[in-house]
């Protein structure tokens, strides 16, 4: 495949594709995927080159289901981008709140928003599927009386007029979101400062802390850690922890080490830093 092709779950204008315009530029081609399912497929497929992943949100915690995807596709992080989510009240032109009836989004967004909303009795909120799907139809089929809550984005691309301005309840909401793709990537070593790692430990005492040790002595900072189970092997658990670093040598001095304590080790990812 010649064109990179970014596969993303939800619409365009949807923070996914955001994200794919802030990586790859505005007219960068896209594959709009219903699910985060669909879009690994996309991946494994061909038709999609690149993938980009919500992985965590400051609010909701780690999207659980989206780090087995990952891990059990053999999947390669390449990137990463911090978005503060913002959520708006969108509809055609020329209306007022008193004039919307219904609001359909996500259920994230509707949840996100709930407070907003409680002032405004005469409105039904119905879930969708995605936020900028709705924006989609909302400009397609021009239904009055019918809102969307979506990113800004959203109302540019479908022509349609912001109502309210930052809705969501709880203004400090951001979601970091991940670049994969199935080939092994080649970042050059002076891009990269963070890593994405996952490990298994045997069941014995003090096991995870000698390991966060290892990654202290070797000067890493660790940034995220999170369980998953070991499917078909009860009480037994991986570990998926993301660390930055200022030296490359000091990440694969981390490394060689924890091949030899930890009973399998995987490295989902080296790359750059996001957070600016």
Request: with cysteine; aromatic share 8%.
């Amino acid at each position: 495949m010649k064109q990179t092709t970014i596969a993303i779950q939800g619409a365009e204008g949807s923070n996914h594709h955001k994200v794919a315009r802030d990586f790859y530029g505005k007219d960068v081609p896209l594959k709009e995927c219903l699910s985060f399912d669909s879009l690994v497929d996309s991946l494994l497929d061909k038709t999609a080159n690149k993938g980009i992943m919500a992985i965590e949100n400051t609010i909701a915690g780690s999207i659980i289901p989206n780090y087995a995807l990952i891990d059990n596709h053999n999947l390669h992080i390449i990137g990463e981008e911090y978005l503060n989510i913002h959520h708006h009240l969108m509809a055609l032109p020329n209306q007022k709140i008193a004039d919307i009836k219904e609001v359909c989004s996500h259920p994230m967004a509707l949840l996100q928003c709930k407070e907003f909303f409680k002032n405004y009795k005469h409105i039904k909120l119905i879930e969708d599927v995605d936020t900028a799907e709705v924006a989609k139809r909302i400009s397609q089929n021009q239904l009055k009386g019918v809102a969307a809550i979506a990113p800004k984005i959203a109302a540019d691309i479908f022509n349609l007029e912001i109502i309210e301005d930052e809705i969501q309840t709880i203004k400090d909401n951001a979601t970091r979101f991940v670049i994969v793709q199935t080939e092994i990537p080649y970042n050059g070593i002076d891009q990269i400062n963070k890593a994405s790692l996952k490990f298994q430990l045997d069941h014995k005492r003090g096991s995870l802390a000698t390991i966060l040790n290892v990654l202290s002595d070797c000067k890493m900072n660790l940034t995220k850690i999170q369980s998953l189970p070991v499917i078909e092997s009860p009480w037994k658990y991986s570990f998926f922890v993301d660390v930055t670093f200022e030296e490359y040598k000091d990440y694969e001095k981390a490394i060689a080490i924890i091949e030899i304590m930890a009973s399998e080790l995987k490295v989902l990812g080296t790359y750059k830093n996001g957070r600016k």
